[in-house]
């Protein structure tokens, strides 16, 4: 006999760690126990040298499958004597606050379809079927211990035969605390639009509704979902007038990538994506045939698959209640519409009673549940790319992931930006990100962000010793944080936008040594007090470096300008010196825009402040292409200028169309190319391709100046996947490598993360 002390570290309780050790320990004849504790897991084995050594290969690459293991340490202890057993134990005197993780919400596991498909079993057909390795796990858990007293299924005690499963260390469902059956868990309702039950069985009811063109409420896992049928555009375009969502895109949900096959081109790596246990939405490239009103004017669907057995059961209804689970890899049809039900842009529904009152107008009919949505959750956004999955929108499925970090520290709180808000926490070597936010211009979103640091700071059971936030004193987030730090007596601390979005990526890539940091963003304020959004950082922990930006563009009429691409194309060919230009330009390409007004206030400069913005640089280039005059969502504009470039195909970047002062590349040789180009898609080709040209070699020369071998890039702009894609291969040629963001977003919803890791080393280096 020979034994070790086995800790494991990472994401190992609540996710069925426990009870898998026990089973393979018993295949093997290994004897010991297996406990939770403070520090994850800890386990003793004992046994021979071989089936000791199985054991050990074993543990971590047969792992449950919520499971997410950092560390696996051993430790040889005295052998003790043969035939023991091993057993589950409880968690041991004097081990300490057992800080039982929170796991994400996971999408429903083969075990559970089969229950759920099985005409005999106890769970056919039933909504809230869930075990160890599936299921709501954030969005029910009001704090920690991680158990069923502190989720919303404590409203339904278990029945005799869940209890029996959840005491029973060999069934999958041993202490899954949302364990529930039709006899003792949640139950499903229909209710028309004055909140009155409809008769019938929810499931068969809904869906007639939605097959008869309706809009109905659906209860998720982290908020209500507007659906409607996706292939009837009368249905499309009526949630679009109800929700005031003029253009921006809807994602659709499908049985299966299969079923996709029509409308998207779905690859390996985005099938992979779709049924992965996060099932976010994932972007596909569109396909031939169109869904009218769906995704107008883009090159992308955003694509889901069911998540949750409620979802999946209106397929089943659609197929005619099959028995099995064999039909769930044929193509199906039906197609639904899916989107986040938070009307004017406010958070995400989650009530009952707070639908009907907020969905008032929009929602004919309401398939709600009596377990309660304790956490708002949206649905997260994902693009497959070469180098690998690239985050959107990060929530459902990936919060409250930590992200893992290279050195430990005090507790920080960030606060992130104004759009795209996130918060974050760092609780020694990790970082826990909160799910997606959102903009935060009203009253209902300001409050959610305080209700979600609330939420994160009690389930980490954390007290920052400092609180960052971003430099702009008006932003809601900034006025939060200032609060927050006044009232317990900490640190507020300022961090630049943009050294912020650089730091997260040096902080999800484990990278403290000096790296140049490409920014490109709309616009931040800069520490100059600026309009940044195009620049070249040294960024090296809590110190960063402005080295070189854009040369930069006027914004006539302000914020205007950022929501009418017509204006920038316009501040465009006032940058070129043919300002003589703007109003027959104007004319020609947007009939009944008063072109020469504008280009008395750009020679005036009047209201015309100045930006190095590389997002305004893209709604030129769209401006003067023609694609729109007025954009209805955020990033509208360089969202159809990348679609254009995608569908394009490859074009060689336009000769001398960079020019460069100093550390300032200008690419108004460039803009004057596309304001005289009549093919849209070859402009934007020849666009994408210059701009990736010019960044490349700006990057390149700095690194042979610094001796700087390493780029982080990030911001809004760098979610462009043509653009990025042309500008790592370029770097890649000359030696340099790319650090790009792939545990959290490139945007503002990963804002959050570089500023908590900034103001640590601030706070460090003060303390």
Known sequence: MTACRIRVRGLVQGVGFRPYVWRLARELGVDGWVRNDAEGVEIEARAGAEPLKA????????????????????????????????????????????????????????????????????????????????????????????????????????????????????????????????????????????????????????????????????????????????????????????????????????????????FARVGEAEAALLESREAPIVLCPKADSELPGVAPGLAWLGAMVPAT??????????????????????????????????????????????????????????LAHDREIVVRCDDSVVRATETGPALIRRARGYTPVPVPLAEDGPAVLAFGAYLKNTACVLKGRQAFLSQHIGGLDNAAAIGFLEETVAHLLDILDVEPAAVAHDLHPDFPSTRLAAAFA?????????????????????????????????????????????LWGGELLRVEGARSERLGHLAPLLLPGGDRAAREPWRMAASALFACGRQGDIANFTARRYPGRDGGRLALMLERGFNCPTTSSLGRLFDAAAGLLGLRAEARYEGQAAMELEGLAAGHGSAA???????????????????????????????????????????????????????????????????????????????????????????????????????????????????
């Open 486 to 530: 006044a009232e317990r007596g900490i640190p507020a601390l300022a961090v630049g936008h943009h050294h912020a979005h650089i730091a997260a990526v040096c902080a999800e890539h484990g990278v403290d040594g000096p790296v140049l940091g490409l920014a490109l963003d709309g616009v931040g304020l800069g520490t100059d007090g600026g």
């Open 653 to 767: 970047p336009l000769p001398d169309g960079v020019g460069r002062t100093g550390s300032i590349p200008d690419f108004a040789r460039l803009l004057s190319f596309l304001a005289d180009c009549d093919d849209a898609a070859f402009g934007a080709a020849v666009f994408h391709a210059t701009v990736a040209a010019g960044l490349a070699e700006w990057a390149i020369g700095m690194a042979e100046e610094t001796g700087i071998g390493t780029v982080a890039c990030a911001g809004g702009c760098a979610m462009n996947a043509v653009l990025i894609a042309d500008l790592q291969g370029r770097l890649a040629k000359r030696g340099l490598t790319l650090l790009e963001a792939r545990r959290a977003p490139p945007n503002d919803g990963g804002l959050a993360l570089g500023q908590g890791w900034v103001a640590r080393r601030m706070f460090e280096e003060t303390n």
């Open 309 to 366: 057995p409620l979802h999946l059961l209106l397929w089943h209804e659609a197929a005619g209640r099959p028995a099995g689970t064999a039909w769930l890899a044929a193509p199906h049809e039906f197609l639904l519409v899916m989107t986040s039900a938070n009307p004017h842009g406010e958070p995400l529904v989650t009530g009952n009673d707070e639908a009907l009152e907020r969905l008032s107008g929009i929602a004919d009919a309401f």
């Open 55 to 262: 054991f050990l290969e074993r543990l971590p690459r047969e792992a449950p499958r919520l499971a997410r293991i950092d560390a696996v340490e051993t430790e040889a202890v005295a052998a003790g004597v043969a035939g023991a057993g091993f057993a589950i134990l409880e968690s041991g005197a004097g081990a300490g606050a057992v800080a039982t993780a929170i796991g994400p919400d996971a999408a429903l596991c083969p075990d559970c379809m089969a229950d759920l498909f099985d005409p005999a079993g106890r769970r056919w057909r039933y909504a809230f079927t869930t075990c160890t390795h599936c299921g709501p796990r954030y969005t029910v858990s009001r704090g920690v211990p991680y158990d069923r007293a502190r989720t919303s299924l404590a409203a339904f005690p278990l029945c005799p035969p869940c209890a029996r499963e959840y005491a029973d260390p060999a069934d999958r469902r041993f202490h899954a605390e949302t364990t529930a059956c039709p006899d003792c868990g949640p139950r499903l309702s229909l209710l028309d639009a004055a909140g009155r039950t409809l008769s019938g069985e929810p499931i068969a009811e809904t869906l007639k509704l939605l097959q008869a063109g309706r809009i109905v409420a659906l209860k998720g896992l982290g908020g209500f979902h507007l659906a409607c049928d996706a292939r009837n555009g009368a249905a499309v375009a009526e949630l679009r007038r109800r929700k005031q969502r003029e253009e921006k895109p809807f994602a659709v949900m499908a049985l299966n990538p299969a079923s996709l096959v029509r």
